[in-house]
Protein backbone atom coordinates (compact mmCIF):
# COMPACT_ATOMS: atom_id res chain seq x y z
CA UNK A 1 0.00 0.00 0.00
CA UNK A 2 2.05 3.06 -0.99
CA UNK A 3 1.25 6.02 0.55
CA UNK A 4 0.43 9.59 -0.70
CA UNK A 5 2.44 11.11 -3.62
CA UNK A 6 3.76 15.01 -3.89
CA UNK A 7 5.55 16.02 -6.84
CA UNK A 8 7.81 18.16 -7.12
CA UNK A 9 9.30 18.05 -3.07
CA UNK A 10 10.33 21.38 -3.76
CA UNK A 11 9.96 24.40 -6.06
CA UNK A 12 11.54 27.51 -6.65
CA UNK A 13 9.67 30.32 -8.87
CA UNK A 14 10.12 33.65 -9.75
CA UNK A 15 7.21 36.35 -8.88
CA UNK A 16 4.73 36.26 -11.17
CA UNK A 17 5.20 32.65 -12.41
CA UNK A 18 2.60 29.82 -12.76
CA UNK A 19 3.40 26.69 -10.84
CA UNK A 20 1.83 23.24 -10.40
CA UNK A 21 1.69 20.48 -8.07
CA UNK A 22 0.68 17.36 -8.47
CA UNK A 23 -0.86 14.86 -5.96
CA UNK A 24 -1.44 11.38 -6.19
CA UNK A 25 -3.59 9.79 -3.44
CA UNK A 26 -3.87 6.03 -1.83
CA UNK A 27 -5.12 4.43 -4.36
CA UNK A 28 -8.42 3.38 -2.84
CA UNK A 29 -9.47 6.70 -1.09
CA UNK A 30 -11.92 8.36 -2.83
CA UNK A 31 -11.48 11.82 -0.72
CA UNK A 32 -8.82 14.07 -1.03
CA UNK A 33 -7.41 17.23 0.60
CA UNK A 34 -4.86 20.09 -0.41
CA UNK A 35 -3.80 21.74 2.91
CA UNK A 36 -1.27 25.03 2.96
CA UNK A 37 1.54 24.83 6.45
CA UNK A 38 3.92 27.73 6.50
CA UNK A 39 6.40 27.98 9.63
CA UNK A 40 4.79 28.18 12.98
CA UNK A 41 1.26 27.27 12.05
CA UNK A 42 -0.90 24.00 12.02
CA UNK A 43 -2.25 22.66 8.47
CA UNK A 44 -4.67 24.93 6.91
CA UNK A 45 -7.61 23.71 4.53
CA UNK A 46 -7.98 25.07 1.20
CA UNK A 47 -10.23 22.48 -0.89
CA UNK A 48 -11.36 18.70 -0.80
CA UNK A 49 -12.36 16.85 -3.06
CA UNK A 50 -15.01 13.42 -3.54
CA UNK A 51 -14.01 11.60 -6.56
CA UNK A 52 -13.77 14.21 -9.42
CA UNK A 53 -16.32 16.51 -7.42
CA UNK A 54 -14.61 19.95 -5.76
CA UNK A 55 -17.29 20.06 -2.47
CA UNK A 56 -15.56 23.04 -0.76
CA UNK A 57 -13.09 25.68 -0.85
CA UNK A 58 -11.88 27.53 1.56
CA UNK A 59 -11.63 31.90 1.17
CA UNK A 60 -7.71 30.90 1.72
CA UNK A 61 -7.94 29.48 -2.07
CA UNK A 62 -8.32 33.22 -4.05
CA UNK A 63 -8.72 33.08 -7.79
CA UNK A 64 -5.21 32.69 -8.34
CA UNK A 65 -5.53 29.04 -7.31
CA UNK A 66 -7.43 26.13 -9.11
CA UNK A 67 -7.33 22.28 -8.03
CA UNK A 68 -8.79 19.84 -10.26
CA UNK A 69 -8.81 15.99 -10.25
CA UNK A 70 -9.69 14.59 -13.51
CA UNK A 71 -11.09 10.98 -13.30
CA UNK A 72 -11.04 11.29 -9.53
CA UNK A 73 -7.82 9.97 -9.51
CA UNK A 74 -4.77 12.51 -9.54
CA UNK A 75 -5.25 16.10 -8.32
CA UNK A 76 -3.28 19.00 -8.87
CA UNK A 77 -3.12 22.56 -7.65
CA UNK A 78 -2.24 25.31 -9.81
CA UNK A 79 -1.17 28.88 -8.62
CA UNK A 80 -1.15 31.28 -10.70
CA UNK A 81 0.96 34.68 -11.00
CA UNK A 82 2.84 33.47 -8.07
CA UNK A 83 3.22 35.94 -4.95
CA UNK A 84 6.03 35.88 -1.91
CA UNK A 85 2.64 35.23 0.31
CA UNK A 86 2.35 32.31 -1.20
CA UNK A 87 5.42 30.62 -0.17
CA UNK A 88 4.44 27.94 1.98
CA UNK A 89 4.45 24.08 1.97
CA UNK A 90 1.41 22.61 0.12
CA UNK A 91 0.55 19.05 1.44
CA UNK A 92 -1.98 16.62 0.22
CA UNK A 93 -4.37 14.15 2.41
CA UNK A 94 -6.26 11.51 1.18
CA UNK A 95 -8.67 8.89 3.15
CA UNK A 96 -11.44 6.72 2.54
CA UNK A 97 -14.77 8.05 1.35
CA UNK A 98 -17.32 6.26 4.16
CA UNK A 99 -19.65 8.57 6.36
CA UNK A 100 -16.95 10.19 9.12
CA UNK A 101 -14.87 9.72 11.49
CA UNK A 102 -12.19 8.97 9.00
CA UNK A 103 -8.11 9.71 8.95
CA UNK A 104 -6.47 11.52 6.75
CA UNK A 105 -3.02 10.46 5.22
CA UNK A 106 -0.79 12.82 3.92
CA UNK A 107 2.22 13.58 2.06
CA UNK A 108 5.72 14.62 2.09
CA UNK A 109 4.39 18.08 0.88
CA UNK A 110 5.89 20.21 -1.45
CA UNK A 111 8.03 22.98 -0.80
CA UNK A 112 7.21 26.38 -2.34
CA UNK A 113 9.32 29.36 -2.41
CA UNK A 114 8.84 32.14 -4.53
CA UNK A 115 11.28 34.91 -4.85
CA UNK B 1 -10.96 32.13 15.28
CA UNK B 2 -8.92 29.27 16.22
CA UNK B 3 -11.38 26.36 16.96
CA UNK B 4 -8.34 23.71 18.04
CA UNK B 5 -5.51 25.48 20.19
CA UNK B 6 -2.58 23.93 21.54
CA UNK B 7 -1.06 26.31 23.77
CA UNK B 8 2.20 24.87 24.67
CA UNK B 9 4.45 25.53 21.86
CA UNK B 10 7.01 23.49 23.40
CA UNK B 11 7.80 20.40 25.93
CA UNK B 12 11.01 19.08 27.16
CA UNK B 13 10.80 15.35 28.29
CA UNK B 14 13.89 13.21 29.96
CA UNK B 15 13.82 9.85 28.10
CA UNK B 16 11.90 7.16 29.63
CA UNK B 17 9.76 9.35 31.45
CA UNK B 18 5.66 10.38 30.30
CA UNK B 19 5.09 13.34 27.50
CA UNK B 20 2.00 14.80 27.89
CA UNK B 21 0.37 17.06 24.88
CA UNK B 22 -2.55 18.62 25.68
CA UNK B 23 -5.47 20.43 23.16
CA UNK B 24 -8.43 22.29 23.69
CA UNK B 25 -11.35 22.90 21.15
CA UNK B 26 -13.63 25.15 21.35
CA UNK B 27 -16.76 23.69 18.50
CA UNK B 28 -18.86 20.90 20.64
CA UNK B 29 -20.01 19.39 16.86
CA UNK B 30 -16.88 17.99 16.35
CA UNK B 31 -16.86 14.31 16.33
CA UNK B 32 -13.37 13.41 15.75
CA UNK B 33 -9.94 13.67 16.61
CA UNK B 34 -6.51 12.74 15.23
CA UNK B 35 -3.11 13.55 16.45
CA UNK B 36 -0.23 13.69 14.10
CA UNK B 37 3.37 13.71 14.32
CA UNK B 38 5.90 16.30 11.79
CA UNK B 39 9.34 15.95 11.02
CA UNK B 40 11.54 19.09 9.60
CA UNK B 41 10.43 19.30 5.78
CA UNK B 42 8.10 16.32 5.79
CA UNK B 43 4.15 15.82 5.77
CA UNK B 44 2.28 15.04 8.96
CA UNK B 45 2.33 11.00 10.03
CA UNK B 46 -0.30 9.43 11.40
CA UNK B 47 -0.20 8.99 14.90
CA UNK B 48 -3.75 8.11 16.42
CA UNK B 49 -7.09 8.97 16.85
CA UNK B 50 -10.56 8.57 18.83
CA UNK B 51 -13.86 9.30 17.96
CA UNK B 52 -16.62 11.55 20.00
CA UNK B 53 -18.25 8.46 21.67
CA UNK B 54 -14.92 7.56 23.50
CA UNK B 55 -12.88 8.63 26.08
CA UNK B 56 -9.60 6.75 25.64
CA UNK B 57 -7.53 5.13 22.74
CA UNK B 58 -4.25 3.34 23.38
CA UNK B 59 -2.02 2.44 20.63
CA UNK B 60 1.19 1.02 21.97
CA UNK B 61 3.30 3.65 24.07
CA UNK B 62 0.41 6.54 22.62
CA UNK B 63 -2.84 7.19 24.66
CA UNK B 64 -5.43 9.62 23.83
CA UNK B 65 -7.50 11.03 26.31
CA UNK B 66 -10.77 13.09 25.35
CA UNK B 67 -12.72 15.10 27.90
CA UNK B 68 -15.87 16.09 26.00
CA UNK B 69 -16.92 18.60 28.89
CA UNK B 70 -13.92 20.57 29.05
CA UNK B 71 -13.37 20.23 25.37
CA UNK B 72 -9.90 18.86 25.78
CA UNK B 73 -7.54 16.39 24.52
CA UNK B 74 -4.62 15.02 25.36
CA UNK B 75 -1.87 12.20 23.47
CA UNK B 76 0.47 10.55 26.67
CA UNK B 77 3.31 9.25 25.29
CA UNK B 78 5.40 6.10 27.67
CA UNK B 79 7.87 6.20 27.60
CA UNK B 80 8.99 8.80 25.67
CA UNK B 81 12.06 8.11 23.42
CA UNK B 82 14.50 10.44 21.60
CA UNK B 83 12.87 9.49 18.13
CA UNK B 84 9.99 10.93 19.34
CA UNK B 85 11.33 14.59 18.75
CA UNK B 86 8.60 16.68 16.51
CA UNK B 87 5.97 18.61 15.84
CA UNK B 88 2.86 17.35 17.22
CA UNK B 89 -0.20 18.67 15.77
CA UNK B 90 -4.08 18.16 17.13
CA UNK B 91 -6.78 17.85 14.58
CA UNK B 92 -10.86 17.61 14.77
CA UNK B 93 -13.19 17.42 12.46
CA UNK B 94 -16.75 17.85 12.38
CA UNK B 95 -18.81 15.70 9.31
CA UNK B 96 -16.63 14.12 6.34
CA UNK B 97 -13.69 16.68 5.18
CA UNK B 98 -12.70 20.22 6.99
CA UNK B 99 -10.30 18.83 9.56
CA UNK B 100 -8.93 21.27 12.11
CA UNK B 101 -5.12 21.73 13.07
CA UNK B 102 -3.84 23.42 16.17
CA UNK B 103 -0.68 25.19 15.98
CA UNK B 104 1.32 22.33 16.95
CA UNK B 105 3.91 21.57 19.96
CA UNK B 106 7.31 21.15 19.29
CA UNK B 107 8.65 17.59 22.01
CA UNK B 108 12.16 17.49 22.61
CA UNK B 109 13.09 14.23 24.10
CA UNK B 110 16.29 14.57 26.16
CA UNK B 111 18.80 11.37 26.34
Known amino acids: DTGVSQDPRHKITKRGQNVTFRCDPISEHNRLYWYRQTLGQGPEFLTY????????KSRLLSDRFSAERPKGSFSTLEIQRTEQGDSAMYLC?????????????FGEGSWLTVV | DQQVKQNSPSLSVQEGRISILNCDYTNSMFDYFLWYKKYPAEGPTFLIS?????DKNEDGRFTVFLNKSAKHLSLHIVPSQPGDSAVYFCAAVSGTYKYIFGTGTRLKVLA
Open chain 1, 93 to 105: ASSRGSGTGNTIY
Open chain 2, 50 to 54: ISSIK
Open chain 1, 49 to 56: FQNEAQLE
